[in-house]
């Protein structure tokens, strides 16, 4: 398991420098054979470096896509979130953070309603639209395919967004789809109503 300040949703890829011995042996035991995975949960209080830190339950597996090691022995990955893994014991850090996992996916299978993806596409709509106003080099954001479920659209769109660690947390510890697409309605919302101040704009402005 590998602790950080933020969570890293599923579908999202996340580079890495690995400097600390701990880390750097976890990495040589996963990369020692296939799949070459481990588990990031966020950091609730504490700090990244050092240990003696207070970690979630929630958290993703991931798998490293790229490797490359420095001659001093640091180590530079690239990992993607593949799906989210609940904790269910902590075991001791020897010599670095493990836990016994399962995985845990969402009790909707992923899937949510219509209503729903409906309400947050629209926040997701005039969010990027105030962002693009404001500065038009901000990137749209694609809706959701016919390929692509709604629990995978969420996740995209929270990774994407500028949110804080604990609001994509709340998403990614949701029960249902549904639960997750409103956590990030909310936290759209709240952003949405923090750029207006900073900017000066109004809602009459639209």
Known sequence: MFPLGTPLLPGALLP????????????????SSEPHEFGIVMIERGHEVGGGDVRTTVGTRVRVV??????????GVVVVGI??????????????????????????????SPDVEHELDGRVTRFV??????DDRVPSIEGRSIDED?????????TSLPIGPSDRHAVLSSTTTDEAAR?????????????R????VGIDDD
């Open 197 to 200: 101040f900073r900017a000066g």
């Open 66 to 75: 790229r490797s490359e090691e420095t001659d001093d022995g640091r180590r």
């Open 16 to 31: 890495l420098h690995v400097f600390e011995l701990r880390y750097r042996m976890m990495l040589d035991d996963v990369l």
């Open 183 to 195: 956590r990030l309605a909310t936290a759209i919302d709240d952003l949405d109503a923090l750029v």
């Open 83 to 112: 799906e989210r893994l609940r904790v269910v014991e902590w075991l001791p850090d020897d010599p670095y953070p493990v836990a016994m996992v399962v995985e845990w996916p969402f009790a909707d299978s992923g899937a949510g």
């Open 150 to 158: 709604l629990a995978a659209y969420v996740f995209r769109v929270a």
């Open 129 to 134: 639209a105030l962002l693009r106003r404001l």
